[in-house]
């Protein structure tokens, strides 16, 4: 930028350059990227994490025995977050982010936001999880059908004659060494708006089951 320069009746002229912004430094990218996979991450974990422990609950299963690989849980937060409150909750992560940098904000501000973030992450990964676990719970003629025939005739014999145990079982989920099936009951007339009464077993694949057969009742 020229600027003109009047003395002793004389006009000089100087050239004044802007100053150039700071460039960022690669190292500094390289750090911000890590942080950001970081807690993407993390966060992502305690999505998935929350998500599943809820949906299971509506069948009464417990999580710690489903044998869940840790990279599973990164899928399930999709479920969670792929929702309205879900994307709501991240644009508004950003966007407090955004505006606390641009404030020049301190590290403990940051760290409030994490904080913030997590917490409402938590609830609303809890209750996607448990919806869609409910809704599953209440469309179970959805679930495939299943049938066991067990090495011991007598263990048969004895789930035949518990009258929680009998009626339709229901393929709910299965790990590599168990099965967790649900027992639906017939609905009762007296009240046909309400869920029939139903229990979960989780039945050892190795030591009780001789052969099993899924039937799809829905087709």
């Known amino acids: 930028m020229d600027h003109k320069l009047f003395h002793g009746g004389r006009r000089w002229r100087t050239n004044l350059k802007r100053p150039k912004a700071r460039a960022v430094s690669f190292n500094t990218l390289v750090a911000l990227w890590r ?12 999505a998935g994490w929350t998500y599943i422990r809820s949906y299971y609950r ?20 999709f479920f969670a977050l792929l929702t309205g409150w879900g994307v709501a909750l991240v644009i508004a992560l950003l966007s407090t982010a955004a505006i606390v940098h641009r404030l020049g904000g301190h590290k403990l501000v940051y760290t409030a936001v994490l904080l913030a973030f997590a917490f409402g992450l938590f609830h609303v990964s809890r209750a996607q999880g448990a919806q869609d ?4 719970r209440a ?7 299943v049938t066991f025939t067990f090495k ?9 004659a518990n009258p929680e145990w009998t009626g339709t079982w229901f393929l709910v989920t299965a790990t590599k060494d168990k099965y967790m099936v649900l027992v639906q009951k ?6 046909p708006d309400r869920w029939p009464a139903a229990t979960t077993l989780v039945i050892p694949a190795s030591e009780a089951i001789a052969s099993i057969r899924l039937k799809d009742i829905t087709k």
């Open 58 to 77: 509506a069948f009464e299963i417990d999580p710690n025995i489903l044998d869940v690989a840790i990279n599973n849980y990164f899928v399930y937060a």
């Open 133 to 136: 676990g409910r809704s599953l």
């Open 139 to 145: 469309r179970f003629q959805e679930l495939p059908a």
């Open 152 to 160: 011991d005739p007598n263990l048969g014999a004895r789930i035949a």
């Open 186 to 191: 017939t609905p009762d007339p007296m009240f």
């Open 35 to 46: 942080d950001v996979s970081l807690f993407a991450a993390a966060f992502a974990y305690l």
